[in-house]
């Protein structure tokens, strides 16, 4: 066999996982470099509050079909959650940027296979990327890249250009070819 035809057989198999772990809840398309992504849309409203979503940076459960949508207020409260019970929603969200509409058809298949909901347990393997510590609480898998994870502090500090880590952040992830900007990232919230 040669490794084209391996390679499709890979890609094919890649896929065939992906819709039996996540069945019709989110759809699963091949472009013709044959890689296996999930299609994701930005949602028109928020589910909780309704207020128009657009283009604007939203969230998206990574679970619920039809797909929820809410937008960056609503999910703050989820910053102070102790407990799943403290959540008006239980599963892990995907973060789209105002900006990813042009990355979003590269998300990459084996990032969203890694346990993709909300998590009971504080223990994991993950070690943030910027800063080099193992994050305790909420955890930003970004779904465009293969490997690349990042603490909660790490987050808000790239997003914040008067914070002192900020340019350093920002360069670190531009040399592992992370765009911090367009990206889209599942957000796991680590909750006893």
């Known amino acids: ?23 019709s809840r989110i759809a699963v398309k091949s472009l013709d470099s044959e890689k296996t992504m999930f299609a994701i849309t930005f949602g028109s409203k928020c589910d909780k509050c309704k207020k128009d979503l657009g283009t604007c940076d939203q969230y998206r459960c990574v679970i ?5 949508y809410y937008c960056v207020e609503c999910i703050k409260s989820f910053d102070e959650a102790k407990t799943t019970n403290d959540l008006f ?14 990355t979003i058809d590269e998300i990459k298949i084996e990032r969203m296979k890694v346990n993709p909901g909300v998590l009971s347990s504080k223990s994991h393997n993950s070690t943030c990327e910027l800063c080099k510590k193992k994050p305790l609480e909420i955890l930003w898998k970004c779904a465009n890249c293969i490997e690349y994870d990042i603490c909660y502090d790490c987050f808000k500090a790239s997003k914040n250009p008067s914070h ?29």
Do not use: W
């Open 164 to 192: 002192p880590k900020y340019e350093e952040y920002r360069q670190k992830a531009k040399e592992a070819r992370h765009d911090l900007d367009t990206h889209v990232y599942v957000r796991e919230d680590f909750l006893g």
């Open 1 to 23: 066999m040669c490794i084209r035809d391996r390679y499709k057989e890979i890609s094919q198999k890649i896929r065939n996982d992906a819709i039996k772990a996540f069945g």
């Open 89 to 102: 929603h239980p599963h892990g969200m995907y973060f789209i940027q105002k900006n990813s509409q042009n």
């Open 64 to 68: 619920c079909n039809p797909a929820q």
